[in-house]
């Protein structure tokens, strides 16, 4: 092709401002602005340009496209690049606690009060009884105190953050004792070893991995021994041949030798579940009660509420830690703290606390509950997804998720799939789920013995329409 023939084969694209002016970007204008409809139809004709450029002349690719078609193009590349990335979707993994999924769903009464913190000024820091400045602390630390037992409590932005900032205000340049066997690893890399180096603390290991004594303890203690901690390996579990040093006995070694004793609780629950049949695990309260002078624990894991860190105990030791400068680069917003009040709430009223606690709500769903309602959707997705795939009800086993109780398992129920003709089945189902995926509020299974599951835990009853309606759009490549 001659440069005059490629040029004039260029020059017949719409110009810019006869596309922006015509019918079919006026809504997108509106919607948009006029910069960044003029930027998504600049870069829609260089495309254009440049794939005609390439295209064989008299071929497909050389027909020039009306201003319509250009609008078009534009308008899905303008779709693209204001669409949310954080988006909603449905968990059907099984996993309530789902950390790559948000956790915790909080309660009614904190999306309220978060949409009151963002829609309007707040008391954060203003003490309205005195008129003078307040501490952000002050807003949940009575509530905590009286759920725990603990003196004094002070929030920062995860239990990561509040094991970090512990370790750096108690043990910096100083040595902390730890049993092997709870030296863990969570997700995102999160190493006690590694936060215990960043905080400038001297890590010390007693015991193995499988089994720790109080003489083990006992003989690390030393001149440069800052604090003696427990860490809850609730992401995991060593059974066996295993021993271990409780809480109160770590706590007594400690107090003998003059030094304080931390407990990383991870999880961290307030009330004992098995009132709701569900599998044991230790409270704050027990800890505190324990002897340990302080305890942190997460706040968006079986506690139901938002991401924080939450750290309780001696008062004198609390002070201490929201002095020190990490304390400021770690605190919470006002959105959080909006979010925490009222969730702390709720378990002043236990009788009530499953049925507007939604986390708990959901761990306790009867699983005949879910077989029902696995009945009523299966014709629904059946059709959908007829007649390449099978669906069937299903038992199913739910899990609890972001490391707490790991080796428990919850009764559940919910829809298998599968293809219907066998062959090939890993990428039928690879091209399933991705299908679901793509939804316009995404849909997430999980792969599993040559199947796909939906496992319906965690679909409630105000979300089953949104969940059937969309299922019309689904395209599966």
């Not at 988006?87 to 904190?110: D, M, S, Y």
């Not at 004594?213 to 992401?235: F, I, P, Q, W």
Request: overall charge neutral; proline content about 4%.
């Amino acid at each position: 092709m001659t440069e005059t023939s490629a040029a004039s084969h260029t020059l017949r694209l719409p110009a810019v401002d006869k596309v922006l002016l015509g019918t079919d970007m006026h809504a997108l204008r509106e919607r948009y602005g006029l910069d960044a409809c003029t930027q998504a139809v600049r870069e829609t004709l260089a495309q254009m340009r440049a794939e005609r450029m390439s295209a064989p002349q008299g071929g497909e690719g050389s027909r020039a496209p009306d201003i319509a078609e250009v609008a078009q193009a534009a308008r899905i590349r303008l779709a693209r690049r204001f669409a949310p990335r954080l988006r909603t979707v449905f968990n059907l993994t099984g996993t309530v606690l789902h950390t790559n999924l948000g956790r915790a769903l909080l309660p009614q009464e904190a999306v309220d009060a978060v949409v009151a913190a963002m829609t309007a000024p707040a008391n954060l820091e203003y003490d309205l009884d005195d008129g003078g400045r307040g501490d952000r602390d002050d807003l949940v630390a009575g509530l905590v105190c009286e759920l725990t037992g603990a003196e004094a409590c002070t929030v920062v932005n995860n239990n990561a953050a509040a094991v970090l900032l512990t370790l750096a205000t108690l043990a910096a340049e100083r040595e902390v004792i730890v049993s092997r066997g709870e030296l863990v690893e969570i997700g995102g890399a999160f190493r006690i070893p590694d936060v215990m180096a960043r905080a400038g603390a001297t890590l010390v290991e007693v015991g193995t991995t499988n089994r720790t004594h109080a003489r083990d303890y006992e003989a690390a203690v030393g001149e440069r021994t800052a604090l003696l901690m427990k860490v809850h390996c609730s992401n995991y579990a060593v059974t066996g041949f295993t021993k271990a040093v409780s809480d109160a006995e770590v706590a007594s070694i400690a107090h003998a030798h003059g030094l304080p004793m931390a407990v990383d609780l991870g999880s961290g629950t307030l009330v004992d579940l098995r009132e709701w049949g569900l599998p044991y695990e230790v409270t704050v309260r027990e800890t505190i009660e324990s002897g340990a002078d302080l305890v942190t624990f997460s706040g968006d894991k079986l506690l139901g509420g938002p991401q924080a860190g939450i750290i309780v105990g001696r008062k004198d030791l609390i002070a201490r830690i929201k002095k020190h400068p990490l304390k400021r680069a770690l605190r919470v917003s006002k959105l959080t703290l909006a979010a925490l009040e009222p969730t702390l709430r709720l378990y002043l009223h236990p009788e009530k606390l499953a049925e507007r606690l939604t986390t708990l709500r959901l761990f306790t769903r009867p699983q005949a509950d879910m077989q029902d309602r696995a009945q009523a959707l299966l014709p629904l997705v059946q059709q959908a997804l007829a007649p390449r795939y099978v669906v069937e009800t299903a038992a199913m086993n739910s899990q609890i998720g972001s490391g707490a109780l790991p080796v428990e398992s919850l009764p559940s129920w919910g829809l298998r799939m599968h293809p219907a003709d066998g062959r090939q089945a890993g990428r039928q189902l690879t091209r399933l789920e991705a299908g679901l995926r793509a939804l316009p509020r995404p849909v997430i299974g999980r792969l599993h013995d040559d199947a796909l599951w939906l496992d319906l835990r965690c679909l409630e009853a105000h979300d089953e329409a949104a969940f059937v309606d969309q299922l019309s759009a689904l395209r599966i490549a």
